[in-house]
């Protein structure tokens, strides 16, 4: 029986290997260059903190928005079956436009039978200067404008 002789490959040289990675570039480029890609929607550091509650009584209020340094303080009164309740919120930023979603959660223990107004204090701190935009959304209202955070 005869013995084969297996020629030895030698490693592609590495012009060959740039040329496979241009392609591959191309290539991809060619099928997402045409889909638009969104920046991430990131969750925002916030505190929220139940600043009053009472039964309804006259005027309710509306949103109050005011920047403070750094940071955006946002002012919510929200009507309740009853007061006691505490408010809540979420935030989000996305292209520079910052989303606050504020709710309610009942407290324990016994509680007045009335109409309550929860007054709400949410505050994100640490902004980069700059212009926001800003939506504010409870269970009863909503606002949308535009802040601006100084350096």
């Known amino acids: 029986?005869?013995?084969?002789?297996?020629?030895?490959?030698?490693?592609?040289?590495?012009?060959?290997?740039?040329?496979v990675i241009l392609i591959l570039a191309i290539a991809t480029l060619a099928v997402v260059?045409?889909?638009?890609?969104?920046?991430?929607?990131v969750s925002v550091p916030i505190?929220?903190?139940?600043?009053?509650s009472a039964c309804i009584s006259g005027e309710r209020g509306e949103i109050g928005i005011t920047a403070a340094g750094s940071s955006?303080?946002?002012?919510?009164?929200?009507?309740?079956?009853?007061?006691?309740y505490e408010v809540r919120a979420e935030a989000t930023m996305k292209e520079g436009t910052i989303a606050?979603?504020?709710?309610?959660?009942?407290k324990g223990g016994f509680c007045a039978q009335c109409?309550?107004?929860?007054?709400?204090r949410i505050t994100i701190p640490n902004l980069?200067?700059?212009?926001y935009g800003l939506t504010v959304a409870t269970p009863s209202s909503a606002a949308i404008t535009t802040i601006m955070i100084e350096g």
């Open 100 to 106: 606050v979603s504020v709710s309610t959660d009942p």
């Open 115 to 120: 109409l309550g107004i929860v007054v709400g």
């Open 1 to 19: 029986m005869a013995k084969r002789k297996y020629a030895k490959s030698k490693p592609p040289p590495l012009v060959e290997i740039a040329a």
């Open 72 to 84: 955006i303080v946002i002012t919510v009164p929200i009507e309740t079956p009853t007061p006691c």
């Open 128 to 131: 980069s200067p700059g212009t």
């Open 47 to 52: 505190t929220a903190e139940t600043i009053s």
């Open 33 to 41: 260059g045409n889909r638009t890609f969104q920046p991430a929607e």
